[in-house]
């Protein structure tokens, strides 16, 4: 994620959390089963687009493809309640972006898309 996103959302810089990331990566990733190590990315509104999550994806097939990375719709509630539910169309766009990097993708949250 940009580091300006990773400031704005949640207010520290995000350079740690890779580094944290790519140092369980290496010890825990695939030697452990089922694997301890996934990603999740929250889909917020106007914040976190194709482009980030493309990026993100990138990071974690440059470790490792197979790591597995959820994509959360977002719901406004305590914080934020003034942004709206993960578009669809962001939703899908996101989706479609990790997938051309990592091997195995979820969607969470779908019943907010009325997907269940």
């Known amino acids: 994620m940009t580091p300006t996103w990773g400031i704005a959302l949640s207010g520290v810089p995000n350079k740690r959390a890779y580094e944290n990331f790519e140092l369980i990566a290496a ?4 030697k452990s089963a089922p694997p301890v190590l996934t990603a999740t990315t929250l889909l917020v509104p106007f914040y976190v687009d194709e482009k980030e999550v ?7 097939a440059s470790i490792n493809p197979d790591i597995p990375y959820s994509l959360l719709v977002f719901h406004p509630c305590f914080y934020m309640r003034d942004m ?6 962001q939703v899908f766009k996101c989706y479609e972006a990790a997938k051309r ?16």
């Open 27 to 30: 010890e825990f990733f695939e």
């Open 54 to 60: 493309e990026n993100i994806a990138s990071f974690i």
């Open 84 to 89: 709206p539910i993960t578009p669809r169309e």
């Open 101 to 116: 990097h990592l091997n195995n993708v979820n969607i969470g949250n779908k019943q907010l898309l009325g997907l269940i």
